[in-house]
């Protein structure tokens, strides 16, 4: 495993002892491959790389550990793809993009926008705050109060449009 999946799943660790939580062994398989994913990687995917090692996995097995990852900011979920990426506050080394560092809250709910490549399904994680205020301005605008906002925005990666 890479110096810096482990450094993450450590981190992980530790933030969720000091929340009282467990990063069971279970739990932090199902980070582990969700951190060597080269792309978002659904939950069936997900259960099929498990299986490897826990022959026994269900559906319920890594639903449960997701959740639990979800809820503890330690993953997102891209809604359009059905798939899950670690949270790019996080350093690993694949395609997400590092534009942002924080320490997760009890209610992980940073902004963030994911950019997806509809040619080739890399997706980038990136926080810009410009989009956040226009978000919360035009919501302000109608009386309506969000709790949360995922932007995600179909195009074409660099490289797409490189070998283009």
């Not at 002892?17 to 491959?33: I, K």
């Not at 942002?100 to 509809?118: E, N, R, T, W």
């Not at 997706?123 to 906002?149: L, N």
């Amino acid at each position: 495993m890479a110096e810096a999946s482990e450094a993450v799943l450590e981190r992980a660790e530790a933030t969720c002892a000091a929340r009282g939580a467990q990063l069971t062994p279970l739990r932090r398989q199902v980070l582990s491959l969700v951190l060597e994913a080269d792309q978002p990687v659904g939950a069936y995917a997900l259960l099929d790389r498990l299986k490897a090692e826990r022959p026994g996995a269900a559906p319920p097995t890594v639903y449960r550990a997701l959740d639990f990852l979800l809820e503890h900011g330690l993953i997102h979920k891209v809604e359009r793809l059905n798939a899950f990426v670690g949270c790019a506050g996080a350093p690993h080394g694949h395609a997400h993009s590092h534009a942002h560092q924080h320490a997760h809250g009890a209610a992980h709910d940073h902004p963030h926008q994911f950019l997806i490549c509809g040619r080739c399904g890399a997706t980038q994680e990136v926080t810009d705050e410009a989009v956040t205020r226009a978000i919360a301005a035009a919501a302000a605008a109608v009386g309506f109060r969000p709790q949360r906002a995922t932007v995600e925005v179909e195009g074409t990666c660099a490289r797409c449009l490189l070998a283009a």
